[in-house]
């Protein structure tokens, strides 16, 4: 199952972007959909998570407070918001998709997520 990350691109320092996942209908109800990044040379990293049912979402610490998760249940998308972005942002990020609580997923490995997707790139210049 491909999930669709889109809204990357460039932007400096302190700026903004908004990246859009989209889920397809067979993703479970009770599933979490969160967002990882890959910086170059590097593994991927957990950014954050959010129930599709509850709605309780989780950011790594390197976000918290930047970045803000939500998701439309009708069009079965996801959003991050990210805010004040730093140049350490840099990375191709990804969106994938478990039956897990957020802060579980935090925990997990990208390759444990079932449901995956291409990512899109988003870079931050100083």
């Known amino acids: 199952v491909q999930l669709q990350a889109s809204g990357g691109g460039l932007v400096q320092a302190g700026g903004s972007l908004r990246l859009s996942c989209t889920t397809p209908g067979s993703i479970p109800t009770t599933a979490t959909v969160g967002w990882f990044r890959q910086a170059p040379g590097k593994e991927h990293n957990f950014v954050a998570a959010i129930n599709w049912y509850s709605g309780i979402s989780y950011y790594a610490d390197s976000v918290k407070g930047r970045f803000t998760i939500s998701r439309d249940n009708a069009a079965n998308t996801v959003y991050l918001e990210m805010d004040s972005l730093k140049p350490e942002d840099t990375a191709v990020y990804f969106c994938?998709?478990?039956?897990?609580?957020?802060?579980?997923?935090?925990?997990?490995?990208?390759?444990?997520?079932?449901?995956r997707g291409k990512g899109t790139q988003v870079t931050v210049s100083s």
């Open positions: 994938a998709a478990r039956r897990t609580a957020p802060q579980t997923m935090s925990r997990l490995p990208y390759g444990a997520m079932p449901y």
